[in-house]
T-cell receptor, first 114, second 108 residues
Framework: EAGVAQSPRYKIIEKRQSVAFWCNPISGHATLYWYQQILGQGPKLLIQFQNNGVVDDSQLPKDRFSAERLKGVDSTLKIQPAKLEDSAVYLC????????????FGPGTRLTVT | QQPVQSPQAVILREGEDAVINCSSSKALYSVHWYRQKHGEAPVFLMILLKGGEQKGHEKISASFNEKKQQSSLYLTASQLSYSGTYFCGTEYTDKLIFGTGTRLQVFP
């Protein structure tokens, strides 16, 4: 069974530029999550999708971050414009359903904003 | 609202035991445990549900005190492969909030 795929693995941009991350969850997983992990901290949930609907985006900085899940499968997370404090690893995870289910994480995208 | 973990760091010799604690200020539906090795993604260890149900790997044990809103992860006879940062995730309203993390290092 293929795992969660993410690309790119690394990205370096200057502040005020835009960037997009892509995630392909495990086949059949209805729930998809985007997390931001700053060095030395635990993952912080940005947005949670159930199929192609948003379940929770309360911690997504909506003035600069946006996300969509195309046809309930893969997803993109965009930042525009980026700030220095956006430097972090962006993790995508998926699970069979929302609630108390194991989350499978992708390898992450390490973003550096200079 | 972020759950607090203790201790922040643990250093062990192979074969020694450790306990990692997770405490929340909110009533919980479930507690999840993940391990993250340096530069890698978090890996699922266990879920503990209200009512006592557990889902996870056989070699990992944990407890969930619903009244105290606390969970503990028990690592016995530690191996080098146990090294990493352990995160608890507390769940209510279908959203998982990860804790502050406990860094575990196991030496030969």
């Amino acid at each position: 069974e293929a795992g969660v795929a993410q690309s790119p693995r690394y990205k370096i941009i200057e502040k005020r530029q835009s960037v997009a991350f892509w995630c392909n969850p495990i086949s059949g997983h209805a729930t998809l999550y985007w997390y931001q992990q700053i060095l030395g901290q635990g993952p912080k949930l940005l947005i949670q999708f159930q199929n192609n609907g948003v379940v929770d985006d309360s911690q997504l900085p909506k003035d600069r971050f946006s996300a969509e899940r195309l046809k309930g499968v893969d997803s993109t997370l965009k930042i525009q414009p980026a700030k220095l404090e956006d430097s972090a690893v962006y993790l995508c995870a998926s699970s069979l359903a929302h609630g108390p289910h194991e989350q499978y994480f992708g390898p992450g995208t390490r973003l550096t904003v200079t | 609202q972020q759950p607090v973990q203790s201790p922040q760091a643990v250093i062990l010799r192979e074969g020694e035991d450790a306990v990692i604690n997770c405490s929340s200020s909110k009533a919980l539906y479930s507690v999840h445990w993940y391990r993250q090795k340096h530069g890698e993604a978090p890996v699922f260890l266990m879920i503990l549900l209200k009512g006592g149900e557990q889902k996870g790997h056989e070699k990992i044990s944990a407890s969930f005190n619903e009244k105290k809103q606390q969970s503990s992860l028990y690592l016995t006879a530690s191996q080098l492969s146990y090294s990493g940062t352990y995160f608890c995730g507390t769940e209510y309203t279908d959203k998982l909030i990860f804790g502050t993390g406990t860094r575990l290092q196991v030496f030969p």
